[in-house]
């Protein structure tokens, strides 16, 4: 069974994700659906530490970077099982707008308050690994953005709704349009097409 290992720079991570979907040409309303949260969390033997991620405040989910078989990626869980896990006792939440004038204003990615500074420099404040459990968009379980489009077919083919099957592709065009000169947005909508096809799902 794979682990997740940390980045030890999810500030970093949490920004750069927002700012990777604003230079895909995300449109602002579905940008607008993202916050970006810090986070004071509880590790099981009390330590505070911070930490933070993405939320998406409609679907319920947040989106964080970590580590495995020596890969960073990028994965999803649902919210009440990132809140398990993290057990966070006081968070920050910021629009995409927000974040990007805070950033401005203080030359880094964050944290920007001081309560979550001050955990920063705990070396108590990486908490670990978490188990990768399952196969990607089962409930309950790790989803990951895949990296390759042979990974993304296999990966919305298994996808259990259509709104599922809109945010894989979604950042599927963020992530694999990262390098143009790999992928292009027509190769992720053949995909798209074809596996609609296959199944007999509406497009």
């Known amino acids: ?42 590790a099981p033997d009390g330590a505070k530490y911070a930490h933070a991620w993405v939320e998406h405040r409609l679907r319920k989910s947040a989106w964080l970077a970590g580590i495995v078989e020596g890969k960073r990626v990028v994965y999803s869980l649902r919210l009440p099982e990132l809140y398990e896990i993290y057990q966070p006792e006081q968070m920050t939440r910021y629009t995409p707008r927000e974040a990007s004038r805070e950033n401005y204003r203080t030359g880094t990615q964050g944290p920007w308050k001081p309560e979550y500074q001050a955990l920063c420099s705990d ?6 690994e978490r188990p990768v459990t399952a196969v990607a968009f089962a409930e309950g379980t790790v989803t990951y953005i895949p990296d390759n489009l042979p990974t993304f077919r296999e990966m919305l083919a298994n996808a259990r ?13 963020v992530w694999l349009l990262a390098d143009p000169k790999v992928y292009s947005r027509r190769d992720i909508n053949e995909v798209v097409s074809m596996v609609l096809k296959e199944k007999g799902w509406p497009g």
């Open 123 to 128: 070396e108590r404040r990486v908490r670990g």
């Open 1 to 42: 069974m794979s682990r997740i290992h940390p980045t030890f720079s999810c500030f970093d991570d949490a920004i750069e994700f927002l700012e990777a979907l604003a230079i895909a040409g995300m449109p602002a309303h579905k940008l607008g659906q993202y916050r970006l949260v810090h986070a004071v969390c509880v």
């Open 161 to 173: 709704d259509a709104e599922t099957r809109e945010q894989l592709r979604e950042f599927t065009m």
